[in-house]
């Protein structure tokens, strides 16, 4: 009988011996990384406590309080946020410097034709400096359209042409002559079925509206889709990816296993569930990015948006001496239909003059450079580029989240996996709402998805729509997507100038870098965000 009871006696007093073994753990070094988390050691246990009162850590002797469990808790999700809207910040920043590049170098193709406009129309004489005002306006036109105005570009263009048509006809008459307003108005709507200028203005209208709708719609995309990026990375976080995370993050820390890294498959599926309804973007977000692709190699098709926009003024010369060459022609069939204002003059000496010393100017002899088809190119190349680079971001960001927070390859016999140090064995999600059904990480309501990414969903859909009615030559009305994304007070404005409410020309100033704000606070870990993403460290 003696045997047995010191057997049993002998196993108590060594369960006895483990236990306090156990509690004298010293919990030193979380003292340590929790104040230098910014947390006071008010509570803080000097050594391990037994761990019933743990709600999101595994249960079993631990170093963290529920206080403390609650404050990092808090603290994971803050810090992911925190990475989440850099990693925005960066793909915003990207997306100014597209804005910017495409902007200045269209806007400078747009001062050159215009500036080129007094040389290219000198030889007209009268005609030009006299009307500088009408050439002028239409530059200023094209320009407004391009930052968003509401100007119906065909209207303008056809206006343009019975302006110049009633100069043209006034100019080439003798000064003698009674041209009213009511005269030169019956003048200019000869336009349509005389065609005084030949097939000029109709192929003119053709080519200019091709590329500015294609050249505005391009820079609208490249503007929501940075809106939209923000506004999603403005999201905050669910409370059951908060679990997830502390459970992910610091539950390893208050375990003692601070230096074991968590598994990749284990840090995937937090990442994927906790990014679910963000992944939904992908489809609409791909199919933006190529659809400013195409909008992108459409620029160096021919005609090329060089070339047409630096024609303008050879092709207003050329159609204006056409017209001059069989203006008695033409100005016969308009005394048949508006009636002689007087007999017919044989017009200025000067301008008969003038038509004898200057030979047919064509649009081909101010073809510009190989240079500037070559920066075309280049623009063209780059742009396609980066665009690239960004199709997968929002499938990637959970992998990009896990890149350095994770366990590499070799050590996944080795990491933690929500419990314990060891493999993690449940599969890895798939990406999306839907695919989460069975995340085993991430409590989620698939049948209940984020309101405000699907309402981004459909802007990127809006979008892509624009951009290929603009690849069919069509003119695009940005006033239904401006209306849905100004409701944030997105302030897409240019100088506080709204046109009709339509988005203004920057989402956000060219001039302040976007990705230029504060960084974000002091994370868990040092996070490299793979191509395309930009570099966001944030140091422990």
């Not at 105005?149 to 042409?161: I, P, Q, V």
């Not at 630096?310 to 033409?330: G, H, Q």
Request: proline share 5%.
């Amino acid at each position: 009988m003696r045997l047995p009871v010191l057997l049993s006696a002998l196993v108590c007093l060594s369960a006895a011996a483990g236990l306090v073994a156990g509690a004298d753990r010293s919990c030193a070094d979380l003292r340590q990384f929790y104040t230098g988390k910014g947390f006071t050691l008010a509570g803080v246990p000097q050594a391990e406590i037994s761990g019933e009162h743990l709600r999101m850590c595994s249960q079993g002797p631990t170093c963290c309080t529920s206080t403390m469990e609650e404050n990092l808790a808090t603290l994971s999700s803050r810090e992911t946020e925190g990475l989440i809207r850099e990693a925005g910040r960066s793909l915003q920043a990207a997306f100014n410097t597209l804005h910017k590049r495409f902007d200045t170098y269209f806007t400078e193709l747009h001062g050159q034709s215009e500036r080129f406009l007094q040389e290219a129309l000198s030889p007209l004489g009268p005609l030009y400096s006299q009307n500088t005002r009408l050439f002028g306006g239409l530059y200023n036109d094209l320009r407004q359209y391009y930052r968003g105005s509401a100007l119906n570009l065909d209207e303008t263009l056809s206006e343009f042409w019975s302006r110049l048509l009633e100069r043209t006809f006034k100019t080439s008459t003798t000064t003698d002559a009674n041209l009213s307003e009511d005269y030169l108005e019956c003048v200019a709507k000869q336009q349509e079925t005389l065609r005084p200028f030949g097939d000029i203005p109709r192929d003119m209208k053709t080519k200019v509206i091709r590329a500015f709708v294609t050249a505005r719609s391009f820079i609208q995309g490249l503007i929501i889709s940075g809106e939209v990026v923000r506004k999603v990375s403005q999201i905050s976080l669910s409370p059951e990816c908060t679990k997830a995370l502390m459970k992910l993050v610091y539950c390893p820390h208050c375990r003692g296993l601070a230096a074991v890294k968590p598994c990749s498959s284990y840090c995937s599926n937090v990442m994927k569930g906790c990014l679910a309804n963000q992944a939904d973007l992908d489809p609409e977000w791909q199919n933006l990015i190529d659809t400013m692709i195409q909008v992108a190699s459409s620029f160096s098709m021919e005609p090329s948006l060089d070339v047409v926009l630096s024609s303008i003024p050879a092709r207003i010369y050329e159609a204006v001496n056409s017209l001059r060459e069989n203006m008695d022609t033409f100005s016969a069939k308009v005394y048949q239909t508006c009636g002689s204002p007087g007999e017919p003059g044989t017009g200025s000496p000067d301008l008969h003059e003038q038509r004898k010393r200057s030979g047919s100017l064509t649009a081909l002899e101010y073809k510009p450079s190989p240079t500037a088809g070559l920066r075309l190119e280049m623009q063209v190349s780059d742009l396609s580029s980066k665009l690239r680079e960004m199709r997968q971001y929002w499938v990637q960001l959970p992998v990009a989240l896990c890149s350095k927070l994770a366990a590499g390859g070799s050590s996944q016999e080795k990491c933690w996996n929500g419990i314990t140090k060891a493999r993690y064995l449940p599969e890895v999600m798939g990406d999306g709402l839907a695919n989460q059904i069975n995340n085993p990480e991430v409590e989620l309501d698939i049948t209940k998805p984020d309101m405000t990414i699907r309402q981004q969903i459909m802007q990127l859909k809006i979008m892509s729509n624009r951009l290929k009615n603009a690849l069919e030559g069509n003119d695009v009305d940005f006033q239904d997507a401006s209306d849905d994304i100004s409701g944030s007070g997105s302030g897409m404005c240019v100088g506080g100038q709204c046109s009709r409410n339509r988005p203004g020309l920057y989402a956000y100033s060219p001039d302040k870098g976007v990705g230029d704000g504060a960084a974000a606070q002091t994370g868990f870990c040092s996070l490299l965000l793979l191509p395309p993403f930009a570099l966001v460290l944030l140091q422990r």
